[in-house]
């Protein structure tokens, strides 16, 4: 197969991906957006957690909510931070406990019931992220998985589940950006129309 046939194949499969989620997840799309305005009216926070790839969505996430989403649309910032943001507390963390417990640290001491953890992982078996799912439950926190394959052991510890169906990490990736970008434009919306 060509490369030009290749990168066709991709988009392709990307596209089906998107068009399939799309169906399939809108309903629970809405209910994470759902879960995210109440943590936030009740004075909470959005956090995020992953790992290579989804360590670098993590941030993007909480970045479009701490500063800005859409240039068009002017509000607060919202409380919303990526728990793989410091390197400094990531290096100790694995340093002092080990890395499956890199993001369950410091989600102790910044975590609060009610607030919202979106664990990302493309396999749904990142120790560090399914240990930070189990905290959070543990901690009164709402889960979220941004999942992929068949999700497990993570997507048994959400409460809210946004599984991509396939098992090619990049499609995952970018199936889970759009559905991030989607919520939180969602989210952004609501809080625009009724601010906090």
Known sequence: ??????????????????????????????????????????????????NGGSAADSQHLATEMLIRLRGAVERASLPALALTLDPAALTAGANDYGYDRVFERPLRGLGRPGDV???????????????ALATARELGIVTVGLL??????????????????????ARIQECHIALGHAVLELLEDRLVARPL
């Open 1 to 50: 197969m060509s490369e030009t046939a290749r990168f066709a194949a991709m988009m392709r499969r990307s596209a089906e991906l998107k068009q399939r989620i799309a169906v399939e997840l809108a309903d629970a799309v809405v209910r994470v957006v759902d879960a995210c305005e109440t943590s936030l009216r009740a004075g909470g926070k959005l956090m995020f957690c992953g």
């Open 117 to 131: 953890l979106f664990g990302i992982t493309t396999s749904g078996r990142s120790p560090n992220v399914v240990r």
């Open 148 to 169: 992929g394959g068949v999700g497990v052991p993570a997507r048994e510890l959400c409460d809210h589940q946004l599984l991509v169906p396939d098992k090619d990490t």
